[in-house]
């Protein structure tokens, strides 16, 4: 019969996923960027009073789990799903459902529009055959509260501000909060009476444009940092910042690079960032990066970290990997 | 009402949004071109009031940090 024949591997993909009690499946909704319509909220719901046991539960991936789903009733749940247009997530190894933070239309940090990049970048790669899982993040700003550095690919925005200076009356509010967000890149020059930026020290996080109270501070040059090859689990891998201020767009382009470079160097089970360990950054920023992006800043808060949390290199078996 | 003490209120330890709206209170109770100082603590209230000082229309002046606040200059708009 159907029960002994299930394909937990094919099941994984369409975002069933297999419980501890084995008659049992969490049924896995996707949720691009973490928004969801009301209206679906609600039908999903609905979906776990008559499927599962009345509760759900939000992912680590921000998607939605029905849990207890009985092997029987999946067709029947998934036959809803289609109708109501609730798509499931996914398990295993491809492109998961793509995360990020509100964002600039209602985090006053946000500089980007994180949920709109990963709902869209969803849209174009989600479920994309990769050798090992591949998670995505976008971020709103250097803050990074979706753990950008954590994902294969991650991306924050980041702003570069310019001053005008007839326009500033010199209050100094730049100076203090430029502190408090860890730049430490703006001083007030006595003589000029005006606040002066030490690019060196500017982690672009937009604050000073923000708070200025005569609109002083303007925007330069705006985009992305990115990320690639970050992980948790057992042997975490914090991700290499390899370029700053890429483009909406480029964000996308490099999706699309960084998964078929993996897909043509990785084999079955190989996380990202093992890949690029394995044969180098420098040629992963060669063959997938060549000259085209502005090159990752060499100082910076969020990209430097002590060795030691890099303790892949302590094992050369990765139980996560073969997920 | 009137809450300010010789141009000056103490708004350490008052919480987003209160101290704002007190703020709020005692500048429309002055004369345009007025200045009210107001203390503000670090993190969110010296993040926030100054935001809500300029989409008020009042000029921000200056901001002095002393220990662990602010001193905040407002000119009434
Ligand atoms: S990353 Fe920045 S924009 Fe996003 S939620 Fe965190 S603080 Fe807000
Ligand atoms: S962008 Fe951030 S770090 Fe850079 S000068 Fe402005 S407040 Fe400071
Ligand atoms: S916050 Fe604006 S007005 Fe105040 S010192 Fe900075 S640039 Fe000048």
């Given amino acids: 019969m159907r029960k002994k024949t299930v394909d937990v591997r094919a099941l994984k993909a369409s975002g069933f996923i297999r419980q501890t009690e084995n008659e049992y499946f969490v049924c896995r909704l996707r949720v691009p960027g973490g928004n969801i319509v009301t209206e679906k909220m609600v039908q999903a719901a609905e979906l776990a009073k008559k499927y599962g046991r009345g509760y759900c539960h939000f992912t680590f991936q921000q998607s939605i789990e029905i849990p207890y789903v009985k092997l029987d009733d999946m067709d029947a749940l998934k036959a809803e799903l289609d109708g109501l247009g609730l798509r499931m997530a996914n398990c295993g190894p491809r492109v998961r459902a793509i995360t990020a933070c509100q964002g600039c239309k209602v985090n006053p940090y946000g500089r980007v529009d994180a949920p709109g990049l990963a709902a869209a970048a969803d849209e174009k790669y989600f479920g994309l055959d990769t050798p090992a899982k591949f998670k995505i993040a976008y971020s709103g700003c250097n803050i990074g509260c979706p753990n950008p550095q954590e994902n294969d690919l991650g991306f924050h925005g980041m702003v570069e501000p310019e001053l005008a200076p007839e326009l500033c009356n010199g209050c100094t509010l730049c100076v203090q909060l430029c502190k408090s967000r860890g730049g430490e890149s703006l001083v007030m020059n006595k003589e000029t009476n005006l606040p002066e930026r030490d690019d060196k020290r500017c982690t672009y996080c937009g604050e000073c444009i923000y708070c200025c109270p005569t609109n002083a501070w303007v925007v330069k040059r705006i985009g992305h940092a990115v990320y690639v090859g970050g992980k948790h689990g057992r042997f975490p891998r914090w991700a290499n910042r390899v370029a700053d201020f890429v483009s909406d767009e480029e964000t996308f382009e490099l999706i699309e690079k960084c998964v078929a470079w993996y897909n043509q160097n990785s084999k079955r089970g190989e996380r990202f960032g093992t890949a690029i360990d394995r044969l180098g950054l420098k040629k992963f920023k060669q063959e997938v990066l060549g000259d085209k992006y502005t090159a990752a800043k060499e100082w910076d808060v969020h990209g430097d970290r002590p060795k030691g949390v890099h303790y892949r290199v302590l094992h050369s078996w990765d139980p996560e990997d073969d997920e | ?77």
């Fill in chain 2, 1 to 77: 009402m009137d809450e300010k003490q010789n141009g000056l209120l103490d708004l350490r330890g008052v919480s987003c949004p209160m101290n704002w709206v007190r703020t709020k209170m005692v500048l429309e109770d002055m004369e345009i071109g007025e200045k009210l100082e107001v203390w503000l603590d670090d993190g969110e209230p010296i993040r926030n009031v100054p935001r809500s000082i300029k989409d008020e229309g009042h000029k921000l002046l200056k901001v002095s940090p002393v220990e662990d606040y602010f001193r905040v200059v407002i000119e009434r708009g």
